[in-house]
């Protein structure tokens, strides 16, 4: 099951288990079962503090396997957790055995303090990227807290549950039988959820920080850039932000970013954030900027509602996926309607499915889908594709490809449940159709996330920071990098880059204000 190579590896991380783990396994007599059994036993013979028993839980899926602590914390797998989920998998037997969770000391006492029993069902597909990360954040919690449970599901394995639960995109987390949340979640976030006092008491927590000489509203490659160069003068550098990697998390296959030929986005973002840590940075994630405003230092106002000071500011707040802004994409988003062909694709096997947008990443969404679903439509708005043209050769040549151009999505078609097609019109005739379809996946672009800015800092009619070569804005003191900027080409190492530049400009500019003497004051920024 695992290679020569994975078991190597695979070895050396074990030898950190310190407490006996079993592994209950429930299985039948599928080909599933037999490659789980296969990997439970490869497991199991790297170290001896692994044992494996069959499980006597009749209501377990099968196949499933869980992994048993000695104080009985469970974390459960059903399915095969290879893929992205391999880590999880690590990651659960490392945690049962008594290797230490990487946490604060606060999320852990928070974990314990739980009152009540929790039990959460992850939906995933094996090809998800942004699914390890909500099941590591439940497996935590389940091996810290004996009364919280976790279980990952590949749906792509129990189709029938996904039916039934009308599963279209994943990660869905399900908590106690009833639906608890779709997409990315931190641990920040599902603590957010379960435990209702956590806002307020993170909101009192930030309050009491005192001002920062240089905060980066954002932790996205631009921000860490920022805070890399700022931390390294020296100077009191703070990051917020909802999470930390923004969108580069959600980018999977990333073959231009120089000195490395290929990585995918998480693994990238896990760099970045390793290489800020290495620096006195103070990270606060789960907090998003709502106000900015200006008197003797910069106040940036959090949805949580704390407010945090500055005595200069970065804003590198990044972008987001465009919308349709049709009839039924908000009803149905989530139920047909998705934005990341890679994490949903598998749950429309065999199926119709349509991406809207000419461009490369639409182009791209189109061929990836290709080789799962039964047929593709692609919807370009404008007379011409916009993908390069290798792209689009490599689309044309799939038989199970049509691209409508002068297309224009004009609403989503459902039947109350879950998208069941979509209305458009031909530009060129003015003729409306619909085509049926199971699952549209939606790929024309970013939005900047500068709306909360919108009358404090000047913006474009695209709603785009205006900046100027050293990352100014029209705010004395307040600067923006990256893909929220007018900054004309969205790339990840452009956003870096001006990260780097604004980090620079905000220290000139600390250095160069004024004491009250008079004379111009290094000291005062330290």
């Not at 080789?371 to 038989?399: C, N, P, Y």
């Not at 449940?417 to 379809?437: F, I, Q, W």
Request: proline share 2%; net charge negative.
């Amino acid at each position: 099951m695992l290679n020569s190579d994975l078991k190597t590896q695979l070895k050396t991380y074990l030898a950190n288990i310190t407490k006996q783990v079993t592994l209950s396994l429930a299985l039948d007599d599928s080909a599933k079962s037999q490659e789980l059994k296969q990997l439970a036993d490869d497991i199991a013979s790297l170290s001896t503090l692994i044992k494996i028993e069959n499980s006597t839980d009749a209501a377990a899926r099968k196949p499933s396997m869980t992994v048993i602590s000695e104080t009985g914390t469970k974390l459960a797998f059903a399915g095969i957790p290879l893929g992205h989920e391999f880590t999880s998998l690590v990651l659960a037997l490392l945690h049962s055995g008594g290797h230490p969770i990487k946490v604060s000391e606060e999320e852990i006492e928070q974990i314990k303090s739980l009152e009540g029993e929790f039990h959460f069902d992850t939906y995933i597909s094996l090809s998800c990227q942004n699914c390890p990360d909500v099941v590591q954040a439940l497996n935590i919690m389940a091996a810290i807290n004996p009364q919280i449970t976790s279980t990952m599901i590949d749906g792509g394995l129990f189709e029938s549950e996904v039916k039934d639960r009308n599963i279209m995109a994943v990660p869905s987390v399900y908590l106690n039988g009833e639906s608890f949340g779709q997409g990315r979640m931190s641990l920040t976030d599902i603590l957010k959820k379960v435990d209702k006092n956590a806002g307020a008491k993170q909101a009192e927590k930030l309050n009491e920080k005192e001002a920062f000489d240089v905060l980066i509203v954002g932790g996205g490659p631009a921000g860490a850039s920022a805070a890399v160069y700022a931390a390294r003068k020296g100077i009191k550098t703070g990051i917020v932000a909802d999470r930390f990697g923004g969108q580069v998390l959600e980018t999977v296959g990333i073959e231009n970013f120089i000195s490395v030929k290929k990585t995918e986005g998480p693994k990238l973002v896990a760099s970045l954030e390793e290489h800020v840590k290495d620096y006195d940075v103070d990270i606060m994630t789960g907090a998003k900027g709502v106000k900015l405003s200006k008197d003797e230092l910069v106040n940036i106002e959090l949805d949580n509602g704390a407010t945090l000071k500055s005595k200069s500011v970065i804003v590198a707040t990044g972008a987001r996926w465009r919308k349709m802004n049709v009839p039924g994409e908000a009803e149905y988003s989530g139920s047909g309607v998705a934005y990341c062909p890679h994490c949903d694709g598998p749950l429309f096997k065999g199926k119709k499915v349509a991406v809207i947008g000419g461009g490369n990443s639409g182009i791209e969404a189109a061929i990836d889908l290709a080789g799962i679903v039964e047929h593709v439509t692609v919807l370009e708005f404008d007379s011409k594709l916009r993908a390069d043209e290798v792209l689009q050769r490599k689309a044309k040549s799939m038989g199970n490809i049509t691209i409508l151009t002068q297309a224009q999505t004009t609403k989503v078609l459902g039947d109350g449940n879950k998208v069941t097609g979509l209305a458009y019109t031909d530009r060129a005739t003015g003729d409306s159709h619909e085509l049926e379809l199971a699952g549209i996946f939606v790929q024309i672009g970013l939005v900047p996330n500068a709306e909360w800015l919108d009358g404090d800092i000047d913006l474009t009619n695209r709603g785009e920071i205006i900046v100027n070569e050293r990352g100014e804005t029209s705010m004395d003191g307040v600067f923006a990098a990256g893909d929220v900027t007018t900054s004309p080409y969205k790339q990840i190492v452009i956003a870096m880059g001006n990260g780097a530049n604004a980090s620079l400009a905000a220290f000139d500019y600390l250095i160069r204000q004024v004491d009250e003497k008079g004379e111009e004051s290094v000291e005062k920024v330290a």
